[in-house]
Structures are given as structure tokens and as C-alpha cells.
């Protein structure tokens, strides 16, 4: 059962390899990070990504920081007080506020989720990127042109976006940079993971291969043990040989061949004698007989088969003749 379960699992995995590889887009993408850098296997594979991120939160850390120092020289700007928290709907009597503004942002919500630890803060400066643009737009959207506060939220916005501007090629260069790491990291687990059951798979063959040394050797002392063949039962064997398709008697021949040497069926015409033949011999072939001939049957579906028959084969090449 165990043996059974990991042959499926093998071809379970080389199966959704397959549809991978049809469905992918990036296969030339693939290729080129292959050929870029040599891809890593086991544990050093596991020891890449433990780094690759490592290196990806020392980097976004440092971006993060970079982008406060922004943040604090627009929240710092004489004009940046309306924006610094929510803005109080009840208060100032905004009924239709929710109406306009779909997500509502300030200064203060932005560094609560840029201080939160439970894994809900900013995973980039580009997300908070976005909650500042969000407060400055909101601001513009719901007060008209003509108003105080749309005007210092454009002014404010301009200042930010020039900011922001100076930061970008850095942020830009980072966000390649964890890209085409992940790519490759992506790349290296799946060759990491096809090398381990392609050698599952080896193993598994050498496995299957034992288990059918031990098939046949058993099969083999169950022959010996087994009583000889009647004078009746070698006459029914005769008589089924010739019906056996081309195929089949080819096998059925190389069962004698191979526990009698001397017995070479390599003219158009069969001679052979069923009592010269071993008990073992002719024991595997009654088992094989047996079974090619129920095989064949299911496949003529309804085809009616006459044992007693010894006259030629129609769909056979050779002549066969048995005594």
C-alpha cells in the first residue's frame, strides 16, 4: 500500500507539472533567471529564502524610514492641521460626508497602522504612499475648489508628490529587486522539489523492479510444487496455442525458448513438441495461454472461439504445429 501510495503521489506531482508548463506564461522569464543564476537545491534552497527576506525587511525598513522623514515635513506644514485627524462628521454637521468619500483617511490612522505590531501595519512605503495621496484627494473631492481646505489639500499634495518623487527611484529599484528574487527563489524551490521526487521516482523503480524479481520467483516455486500437467489438459494447451494472435504467440514461444535453448522458432514454421518441455515450462505457458485468450475474447467481443480447432490461423504469420 505505502509503495502504491507514493507511485501515485509521483505521478500525481509530474502530472501537475505538466499543466503548469502548458498553462505558464512565463516559461522564457523561467529560462532566463535559470541560465542567470544557478538555481539552489535543499537546504540550501531553504537557507535562501530565510535570507532573501531577511534582506527584504532590512530594505523596507530602511525605506520606511526614509519615507517618515517625508511624512514629517508634510505633517509639520502649518496647512497639514485639518488633515492630522478624522474628520468629525457629527461635529461639523457633514450628513452627506459618507456619501462622497468612500474610505476616509488622516495623518493619525496612518501612523497607528504604521506603529501596529499584530501584523495589520503598511507591508511597503508604496501602500502608505496611497493613504497619503487618499487624505489630500478625499479633501479635494469633498470641498470645492473655491474652499480653504481643498486649496491647502493641493498644496500639500504637490509638496508630498515632489517628495515622493525623490524617494521613488529607490523604491522602484527595491521592488525589482524582490521580484526577480522571489522569481528566482520560486524557480529554485520547484527544481528543489522536482529533484526530490525524481529521485523518489528512481527509488521507486529499483522498488517495483525487486517486487517483480520476487513475483517471479515466487510464481516460480509455485510451478515446482505444483503436480504435472494431465495427458488432457496438455492436449487442450495444444489445441489453444494456434488460436493465440500473432502477439501473443510470439510471447508464448519466448516462454519456451527461455528454459529451452535448443528450441529456436525462427522459421515460418512451429514444431513444437508439448511433452519434451519442462513441468515449468509448460505450466507458465498454460497460465499465459490461459489468460491471452480470455484477453482476447473480451476484445472480439462476442467472437466465438473453437478449441478444437487446429487448423491455421488466418491473422497468424507463422504455421504453427503442435505434438
Known amino acids: 500500500m505505502q509503495l502504491e501510495n507514493q507511485v501515485n503521489e509521483v505521478e500525481q506531482f509530474y502530472h501537475s507539472i505538466d499543466v503548469q508548463v502548458n498553462n505558464s506564461k512565463e516559461k522564457g522569464r523561467e529560462k532566463h533567471l535559470l541560465g542567470a543564476k544557478k538555481p539552489l537545491q535543499g537546504a540550501s534552497c531553504s537557507g535562501a529564502v530565510v ?28 496647512w497639514a492641521w485639518p488633515f492630522m485627524d478624522p474628520v468629525d462628521v457629527e461635529g461639523l454637521g457633514l450628513h452627506d460626508y459618507y456619501e462622497v468619500i468612500e474610505k476616509p483617511m488622516d495623518f493619525s490612522t496612518i501612523r497607528s ?26 479633501a479635494m473631492k469633498y470641498n470645492d475648489k ?77 510451478i515446482q510444487k505444483c503436480r504435472k500437467l494431465s495427458d488432457y489438459e496438455k492436449t487442450m494447451l495444444g489445441n489453444a496455442l494456434p488460436m493465440l494472435s500473432p502477439e501473443n504467440l510470439v510471447k508464448a514461444l519466448q516462454i519456451v525458448s527461455e528454459n529451452n535453448p535448443a528450441f529456436q522458432p525462427n522459421t515460418l514454421e512451429v514444431d513444437l513438441d508439448i511433452d519434451a518441455q519442462s513441468d515449468y515450462t509448460m505450466w507458465r505457458l498454460n497460465v499465459f495461454v490461459k489468460d ?6 473480451r476484445t472480439a467481443e462476442g467472437t466465438t472461439v473453437n478449441h478444437d480447432n487446429g487448423a491455421d490461423d488466418n491473422n497468424n504469420s507463422k504455421r504453427r504445429r503442435v505434438s
Open 146 to 222: 473655491k474652499h480653504n481646505i481643498h486649496n491647502m489639500a493641493k498644496t500639500l499634495l504637490k509638496k508630498f508628490e515632489e517628495k515622493w518623487l525623490e524617494l521613488w527611484p529607490k523604491v522602484d529599484k527595491e521592488e525589482k529587486r524582490q521580484l526577480a528574487e522571489e522569481a528566482q527563489l520560486q524557480l529554485n524551490m520547484q527544481l528543489a522539489q522536482e529533484a526530490s521526487y525524481a529521485s523518489m521516482a528512481r527509488n521507486l523503480s529499483v522498488s517495483l523492479h525487486e517486487v517483480d524479481m520476487q513475483l517471479e520467483s515466487l510464481k516460480a516455486l509455485v
Open 292 to 297: 491471452a485468450l480470455e484477453a482476447q475474447g
Open 51 to 78: 535570507a532573501a527576506a531577511a534582506t527584504a525587511k532590512r530594505n523596507n525598513q530602511e525605506l520606511m524610514r526614509q519615507f517618515s522623514t517625508i511624512l514629517n515635513q508634510i505633517t509639520m506644514h502649518e
Open 113 to 138: 497602522k504604521i506603529a501596529a505590531k499584530d501584523g495589520s501595519g503598511y507591508k511597503n512605503v508604496r501602500e502608505i504612499y496611497a493613504d497619503v495621496r487618499l487624505i489630500f484627494n478625499n
